[in-house]
């Protein structure tokens, strides 16, 4: 018998990822959107006839309980976030509201409706932060460095409470930065991408940038989507860390993306000091040997492959050639 799943956040990056990869394994896939004077789906659109959609919002409890009754699902994926870390310097108390206290939401819900139903928690490798050991694993302390990474923690840890106090099966994935085409423009690699695409085209200048030396673990979100989805057909549940354990700089994407179409990036990249964070992670790298031993799981796109992956798609859109919105 098919397994029916609940997205939450199935309209942002990685809910598109995930809707197509059940969808390939035969489940039936609901997805949780909020309200909105326009309907914003365009990652999901080629799915859209595939997938069931249905209105509640993470600060609305009896909205995600008549959601669950509805949909009696097998598999819950709890991907909606305020997930933009600038965005939680500026709106900290809503990204608590959805990005902490929303995941309590979901877990209520599941204990009022059914303790059988399995619960995955997307929870982040800012929680790391200031880094208290290179690479991090999963018995690494947490010291986060923005209210996002602070509500990511609290959403972490009452995943595990839930586990061990009502027996639930609730998995945190602890993800390193993972990318797409599908990436919002805001995010440092999809503002890269998009605007070497704009360059090369004729139709942008230059590229304002912050905090360039800051290291990040950069994957592929089809590849981070699976893992979520082995995590939670084990037979018991546990936390992962899913990465790479590769390291590069915002410089290196830039490097690897202008370098791409022939360009030099430093005849085009400014610095503006808008774009620095009132505190920053300086430097993540994750050590995903738990993954591969327990759940068989390892990266299988690399660095250069994903940075040409995305630039590629991106002068498609930029010259006309895809129109998909995104
Ligand atoms: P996106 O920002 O692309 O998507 C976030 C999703 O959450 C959107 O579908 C958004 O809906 C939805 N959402 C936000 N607020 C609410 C709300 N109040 N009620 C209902 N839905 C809401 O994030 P990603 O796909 O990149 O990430 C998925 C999850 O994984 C997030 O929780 C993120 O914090 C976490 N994460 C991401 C990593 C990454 O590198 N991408 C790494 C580690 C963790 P709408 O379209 O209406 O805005
Ligand atoms: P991050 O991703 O904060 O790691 O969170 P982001 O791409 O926003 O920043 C990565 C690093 O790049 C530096 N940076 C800039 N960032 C942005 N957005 N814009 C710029 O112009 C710029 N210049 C330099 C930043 O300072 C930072 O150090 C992402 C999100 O998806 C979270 O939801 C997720 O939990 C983590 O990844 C893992």
């Given at each position: 018998m098919s397994k029916t799943a609940l997205i939450t956040g199935i309209t942002g990056q990685d809910g598109a990822y995930l809707a197509q990869l059940l969808l390939d394994q035969g489940y039936e896939v609901h997805g949780m959107v909020r309200r909105s004077s326009?309907?914003?789906f365009d990652r999901i659109e080629p799915l859209i006839e595939d997938i069931t959609l249905h209105q509640a919002d993470l600060l609305d409890q009896l909205s995600i309980v008549r959601l669950i009754e509805a949909t009696s699902p097998d598999e819950i994926y709890?991907?909606?976030?305020?997930?933009f870390v600038p965005t939680s310097f500026e709106q900290p108390l809503l990204t608590g509201e959805f990005t902490a206290l929303g995941v309590t939401r979901m877990l209520e819900a599941i204990r009022q409706v059914s303790t059988e139903i399995r619960f995955y928690q997307a929870s982040?490798?800012?929680?790391?932060?200031?880094?208290?050991?290179?690479?991090?694993?999963?018995?690494t302390p947490f010291w986060p460095r923005s209210p996002y990474g602070v509500a990511k923690v609290y959403g972490h840890w009452i995943t595990v409470n839930y586990r061990e106090s009502y027996d639930i099966f609730a998995c945190s994935g602890i993800l390193f930065n993972h990318e797409s085409p599908?990436?919002?423009?805001?995010f440092v690699t999809r503002k890269i991408s998009d605007a070497v695409a704009r360059i090369k085209l004729g139709k942008q200048e230059k590229l304002s940038l912050g905090n360039l030396d800051a290291e990040r673990d950069w994957g592929f979100a089809g590849d981070y989507v699976r893992a979520m989805w082995l995590m939670m057909q084990q037979d018991t549940p546990d936390d992962y860390v899913v990465s790479t354990g590769q390291r590069h700089t915002v410089r290196d994407f830039c490097q690897v993306a202008f370098d791409h179409v022939g360009l030099n990036w430093e005849d085009y990249v400014e610095i503006d000091p808008?774009?620095?964070?009132?505190?920053?992670?300086?430097t993540l790298c994750g050590d995903f040997s738990k993954a591969h031993e327990n759940l068989g799981w390892q990266p299988e796109v690399t660095f250069e492959q994903l940075v040409q992956m995305m630039v590629d798609t991106d002068l498609d859109r930029v010259s006309g050639k895809l129109n998909d919105g995104v």
């Open positions: 326009s309907d914003r709890n991907l909606a976030a305020q997930s982040s490798s800012e929680m790391f932060g200031t880094v208290q050991e290179t690479p991090q694993r999963e018995t599908l990436r919002g423009k805001q808008a774009f620095l964070r009132p505190a920053d992670v300086n």
